[in-house]
């Protein structure tokens, strides 16, 4: 069960994952030892899974983006999900309910590059009974703040 100083530390490296123990324990005021205690104890119950970096997709390149809604069969969903992880231009997928059975953000350099990725690669996965493509105009971040165009 986590408690409001675990939950202010994930919010801490949530902002900044190269925050230091010494900055987090400052901004909690509590102990090093003690902060360094309870990230060690989030990493250990699986809380907190690692530390990674947030890029801007524009920036990096990526100026089209999309969540393609995949109906898929259902005996090949996993296939399909180790597929979709496996395409560099796939950032996220997730296992939905509804009309749609996954769902997943696709970064492209551009729409050809996105038409490109949707016929050819997605679309010709085994299992994939349709898809249905949304454009992405921007891009809310909802823990940091701010927006940018897709």
């Known amino acids: 069960m986590l408690d409001d100083i675990d939950r202010t530390i994930l919010e801490a490296l949530r902002a900044d994952a190269r ?76 296992l939905v309910g509804g009309e749609f059975d996954v769902l997943a953000l696709v970064r492209a350099r551009d729409n050809r590059d996105l038409r490109r990725i949707v016929l050819q690669q997605l679309q010709s996965m085994p299992g994939v009974r349709s898809t249905r493509t949304y454009l992405v105009f921007e891009d809310f971040d909802a823990h940091h703040g701010g927006g940018r165009d897709a």
């Open 19 to 94: 925050a230091s123990v010494n900055a987090i324990a400052n901004r909690l005021s509590i102990s090093r030892a003690n902060a360094y205690a309870r990230i060690r104890k989030l990493s250990d119950s699986g809380v907190l899974l690692g530390y990674t970096i947030r890029t801007d997709a524009v920036l990096e390149g990526y100026h089209s983006s999309a969540y393609v809604a995949l109906s898929v069969e259902q005996a090949e969903w996993q296939a399909i999900r180790e597929g979709l992880i496996a395409l560099p231009e796939v950032e996220h997928v997730a």
